[in-house]
């Protein structure tokens, strides 16, 4: 007979809840949760925007304290003030802040001497963590001239000083590209084998299918923990692929969302997804129905679904309808041998690529791959530095305020007014695109009823959640009913029932003939486009239909591969060539 007391769980949150004042109101962020770790193992956290989950490791990282309810660590309840637990534990936020100016071992230095740690130790578990995260050999780097994904890596870095035995990890691979992502889950596997204690949010199915728990939160509560296995197991023989022969998939995925008792329909490699209900579909000829396993994507729409927000109606465009490739559909961006130079760094480098009126094109590539210049430079916020390059029909050299004018464009970071209201931000992007008086209160109208923010009005940018944020970026844009709309990024860091929404959105501009130009490091994403430009460090490697980047990736250990297995593919294999060259 086994004796031996199991160990106290690292965490343990009893009736914790947290509300944050809102004006004369008050906001329950948390509501009467109760979560415990299991020592050693890797939790993952998903949830819809607003769910809780930074509120959550905020006061486990002790940095809220609760409105109510209490916290355990190692079995021992902490109280305001308990300095213990910063030496045992590690926290990762969204927004690790980094200092630009210094260099990586100068950041891990600095952090080191805030913690407290001893100068001969800390010299010490500053090399172990330069080669656990691959950083060493960018050492000397300021780490504001990293990618994005290496500024990840440090600040899982700087998190790390004191081998936390528990780590706290909020979203740290979003906005990432996936060789990043899957270098940076390496870590989180290796510190998982070395009996660390990690809980991490995270707007990625594939992560939290590799969590040994997973916690669902919805507005502040616990909706459902347990294995990955134990959210699919119920949805078997409900989950099919559906492919057409003569029918896109765009048009096919739109076609099933629609009929009675399909939960949900996404685009894949394959064809279309779909999750139903308990009962029958109504199939239509020519579809092909085959049932596949379920995922934790399907687990997590069909939990969460019917509590997101309503399918969007339908946008609003200047344009008409086309048919993506037709001999009608004219070229709207054409680039020829573009080339930008920042001194003698050169960021892109001779591409070239023609979008037609219609389609959703997208540019994909690493941090740091030229994709946001590309962007800048095709918007005409930036100048470039050779090539030519013409958008609806005009020289963006010589005559960029023309073309500006029949351009909407949503940045990377959320480049609204934060000070502003919602109101306020409409007013402003509509005066800012030329429209006023009638046409300004019509744009106005047009705006709130079809992004649904006529009950935020009256709110602060700042104050809105993320998925709000990105729904008003998205209605500034299109204020003037743009035919060319540029997205760089724009669904990083929003959560995935927000997502579906947004793209909902994008295939109706592009069926109703505005053109779509969209960067994303989402592979899954990728598959709503018609054709695809692959880039890396400035130069693009592939471009094509998405079966056709994914046909380049194939090899004999991978007859089939993903999206994600071509991206990573292709850039290594590129990189390789670069160093055996150089």
């Excluded at 213990?84 to 927004?95: C, E, K, L, S, T």
């Excluded at 009675?260 to 996404?266: C, L, N, Q, T």
């Excluded at 894949?268 to 009962?279: N, W």
């Excluded at 596949?292 to 399918?311: M, N, Q, T, Y």
């Amino acid at each position: 007979m086994d004796d031996e007391t199991p160990p106290p769980s690292p965490l343990r949150l009893q009736g914790v809840s947290k509300r944050f004042p809102r004006g004369k109101e008050s906001v329950l962020a948390l509501d009467g949760l109760d979560l415990e770790l299991a020592p050693g193992r890797v939790t993952g956290l998903l949830g819809p925007d607003g769910a809780g989950k930074t509120t959550l490791l905020r006061i486990a990282a002790g940095l809220l304290q609760p409105s109510e309810g209490r916290v355990f660590l190692w079995g021992r309840e902490v109280g305001a003030g308990d300095k213990d637990r910063q030496a045992r534990i590690g926290y990762m936020p969204q927004r690790f802040g980094l200092y630009e100016d210094l260099t990586v071992e100068e950041n891990l230095d600095l952090y080191s001497d805030l913690q407290g740690l001893d100068p001969v130790q800390a010299r010490e578990r500053r090399k172990e963590l330069l080669k656990l995260t691959a950083l060493g050999p960018f050492g000397k780097r300021r780490a504001g001239a990293l990618s994005g994904g290496m500024k990840q890596k440090l600040g899982l870095a700087c998190a790390l000083l004191r081998a936390p035995p528990l780590l706290l990890l909020d979203e740290p691979t979003v906005g990432v590209d996936p060789i990043a992502r899957r270098e940076l889950w390496e870590i989180v596997q290796g510190l998982r084998a070395a009996g660390t204690t990690v809980l991490m949010s995270t707007a990625y199915f594939d992560e939290a299918e590799r969590c040994d728990t997973i916690v669902l939160l919805h507005q502040g509560k616990r909706l459902q923990e347990g294995s990955p296995d134990r959210f699919t197991e119920p949805l078997r023989g409900r989950c099919y692929l559906v492919r057409h022969a003569e029918r896109p998939r765009r048009a096919l995925r739109e076609s099933l969302q629609e009929r009675p008792g399909v939960r949900d329909a996404r685009i894949t490699a394959d064809g279309v997804r779909v999750l139903t209900g308990p009962g029958a579909v109504a199939r239509d000829a020519g579809e092909q129905w085959e049932t596949v396993p379920p995922a934790f994507e399907d687990a997590f729409v069909d939990l969460l679904g019917s509590e997101g927000a309503a399918s969007p109606p339908a946008v609003t465009t200047a344009a008409p309808p086309v048919t993506v490739g037709s001999p009608a559909t004219e070229a709207v961006v054409e680039v020829e041998g573009l080339r930008k130079c920042f001194g003698y760094f050169e960021a892109v480098k001779s591409s070239t690529f023609t979008v037609h009126r219609g389609e959703i094109f997208g540019l994909l590539g690493a941090n740091g791959a030229g994709k946001t210049t590309t962007f800048r430079m095709l918007c005409g916020l930036l100048p470039p530095s050779g090539g030519r390059l013409r958008v609806a029909g005009v020289d963006m050299r010589r005559a960029g305020s023309a073309a500006r004018a029949r351009i909407g464009y949503v940045a990377q970071k959320f480049a609204l007014y934060g000070n502003l209201s919602v109101d306020q931000n409409l007013a402003f992007f509509a005066a800012a695109y030329g429209l006023g008086g009638p046409s300004r209160r019509a744009a106005m109208a047009r705006a709130r009823e079809e992004f649904q923010l006529t009950p935020y009005g009256s709110v602060n940018a700042d104050d809105l959640p993320l998925g709000l944020k990105q729904r008003l970026a998205l209605a500034c844009a299109l204020l003037h009913e743009p035919p060319i709309l540029f997205l760089d990024e724009p669904t990083s860091g929003v959560d995935p029932l927000t997502r579906r929404e947004f793209w909902q959105r994008i295939n109706a501009l592009a069926a109703g003939g505005v053109t779509v130009l969209v960067t994303t490091h989402f592979m899954d994403e990728a598959e709503y486009c018609d054709r695809l430009v692959l880039m890396s460090l400035g130069a693009i490697l592939a471009q094509g239909s998405p079966a056709e980047l994914r046909a380049q990736a194939r090899d004999p250990d991978r007859p089939d591969p993903s999206m994600e297995d071509a991206f990573i593919r292709l850039i290594e294999d590129h990189e390789n060539r670069l160093r055996k060259a150089s």
